[in-house]
């Protein structure tokens, strides 16, 4: 693996083959493998389809294969053949770079203003009626 590239390993897509669509019409498929490590690298790295790198092939080629074959439900397929396949995944982390939270989500009400403590000063009147 390239250290800007994400490629699928051998193992990796012996496992994927079986369980990609084998009723294409027409042209033949191009390299399955450079399409879906491409498809992968995008995804994984929050790009854009067009910023893909050309050693993935046609950037048109990757995005018409990830539309139509999530239209399929391959995408689904997939996952769900691999996620049943057991054991527990090796990475399993959550980046708090990805978590995204409102900006109210702090508990404050905003603005950079100076606010007044809540305790109540020794010489200022009750603020209570009891």
Known sequence: MIRDHFWLSDAQFTRLEPLLPTDTRGKARVDDRRVISGIVHVLKFG???????QVYGPRKTLYNRFVRWAAKGVWL???????????P???VLID?????????AS??????????????GADERRKSTL
């Open 47 to 53: 790009g854009r389809w067009v910023d893909a790198s």
């Open 96 to 104: 708090s770079s990805a978590v995204k939270a409102h900006r109210c």
């Open 77 to 87: 397929d997939i996952f769900h053949a691999l996620a049943s396949a057991g054991g």
């Open 107 to 120: 508990g404050g009400k905003g603005g950079n203003s100076a606010r007044r403590s809540a305790a109540r």
């Open 89 to 91: 995944p090796a990475q």
